[in-house]
């Protein structure tokens, strides 16, 4: 059934006041109640796994259907590995330090107070995103453990799975003693409903999108929520001419074909003149078993002339795809700057056995997460020692790259004195 546009801000209005209460109460909720209630989620994902993929199953069919991408049919499939792992994920964050209460800094300054700045909850967090169920459970975990409240509105094209998982995880997680609340899912697919939600800054004090450019750049501009993101995640490989040949191969293949539809995949590819012909015939080859279209800049093409001629257009592109563009630079400069001026801040990397190049890589590139002989693919919250990650921001402020349950808690200055007054 159809709701009124009145109705749908309405239940989105209720929604959020919810969150909103139940975040007060869950500042008092201890270690040990968080990590039992987040255990009984584990319990009842892993218990209820074969109807979670019953309705991930109803999605993916009609996402194909609708002619989705094979991109987004990939981030939006789960399979029994990725069930598994998301439970693993949430078992490892139990296992993560808490970060509510934290002392950060301590000092007594020359008038008698005890100045301490500590962690605290962020409040109530809203997720929006498109296509992966995983970020449901992911979202949920993170927050709970940070004392948050957490709002969820995924993309319709995963509305039963990420309406099943919600519901396992907010009943499992009330037998548990969670605040009733704690946990709200948006089960509307109308898009008024984020143009209700990206406008309630009195309920709700952080906003993370993940998804396309469009959405992302759609709700930077309109909310007036405090937003927290990731744009696109154009990332290169920097090979460089003191490279080891087989890693440079291996990193190479990895981080374009591990996983091509997922931001921290390799879009393109920086090679340094000296050892050109030295990689890309082999690499070239494995691309090719491997299904990926190459396309290469001029020189490249005369090392390997079965490549597509690469334009202006693809250094821009996140492909998401079994797609990858090649440049052959003249100096590790070049590469910086070709980085720098067409990435997204997101994962680079570079492949080298020179320290002191190395060195002047990670210092001069400008991106959340820099990786010296290492694919981009490692970019990721369980990789990290997270458990599982809320997304990967390429903003400066208040946190970058992969954020944890630390990026989801703010700060407070607790001061004492003893009668203690300004002259």
């Known amino acids: ?47 209820n796994m074969k109807e979670i993929l019953f309705h991930n199953e109803i999605d993916v069919e009609a ?5 989705i991408t094979p991109s987004l049919i990939d981030r939006l499939t789960l399979t029994e590995q990725q069930m598994n792992a998301m439970v693993k994920g949430i078992k490892d964050v139990i296992l993560l330090q808490d970060p509510v209460g934290t002392v950060i800094e301590e000092n007594t300054p020359s008038v008698d107070i005890d100045v301490r700045k500590i962690r605290v909850p962020l409040g109530v967090i809203a997720m929006i995103y498109e296509a992966r169920p995983n970020v449901t459970v992911d979202a949920a975990t993170l927050c709970l453990k940070a004392g948050n409240a957490v709002i969820l509105k995924g993309g319709s094209e995963a509305i039963n799975s990420n309406k099943i998982l919600a519901k396992i995880m907010y009943e499992a997680g009330v037998k548990a003693g969670m605040p009733d609340g704690s946990i709200q899912f948006i089960d509307t697919t109308d898009r008024s409903a984020v143009q209700e939600l990206i406008h309630l800054d ?87 078993d491997t299904g990926v279209e190459v396309r290469g800049c001029d020189i490249s093409k005369k090392i390997v002339n079965s490549m597509q001629p690469a334009t202006e257009e693809d250094w821009n592109t996140e492909y998401h795809d079994l797609k990858v563009s090649i440049k052959t630079v003249n100096s590790l400069e070049e590469a910086i700057a070709h980085i720098n001026k067409y990435g997204s801040m997101h994962s680079e990397a570079i492949v080298t056995n020179n320290e002191e190049t190395a060195n002047k890589f990670v210092l001069e590139v400008d991106a ?5 002989n290492a694919s981009t693919r490692l970019h990721d919250g369980g990789v990290f020692g997270l458990g599982c990650e809320i997304g990967i921001s390429t903003q400066k402020l208040h946190a970058r790259g992969t954020m944890g349950i630390k990026e989801l808690t703010t700060t407070k200055y607790i001061v004492k004195g003893n009668g203690t007054i300004r002259n």
């Open 202 to 288: 009195n309920l709700i004090d952080l906003l993370i999108p993940r998804g396309s450019e469009e959405l992302i750049k759609f709700i930077k501009t309109h909310s007036t929520i405090p937003v927290l993101s990731h744009g696109k995640g154009l990332c290169h490989t920097y090979i460089d001419k003191d490279a080891d040949v087989d890693i440079a191969i291996k990193i190479a293949v990895n981080a374009k074909c591990q996983r091509p539809s997922v931001c921290n995949a390799m879009e393109t590819l920086l090679i340094h003149k000296d050892i050109a012909a030295q990689v890309l015939p082999n690499l070239c080859k494995l691309y090719n």
């Open 63 to 67: 996402a194909k259907e609708a002619g």
């Open 368 to 372: 959340a997460a820099v990786f010296v």
């Open 1 to 47: 059934m159809l709701l009124e546009k009145s109705e749908i801000k309405q239940a989105v209005l209720l929604k959020a006041s919810a969150a909103k209460e139940a975040s007060r109460i869950l500042l008092s909720i201890t270690t040990e109640q968080k990590n039992n209630m987040l255990s009984a989620m584990a319990n009842a994902l892993q218990q």
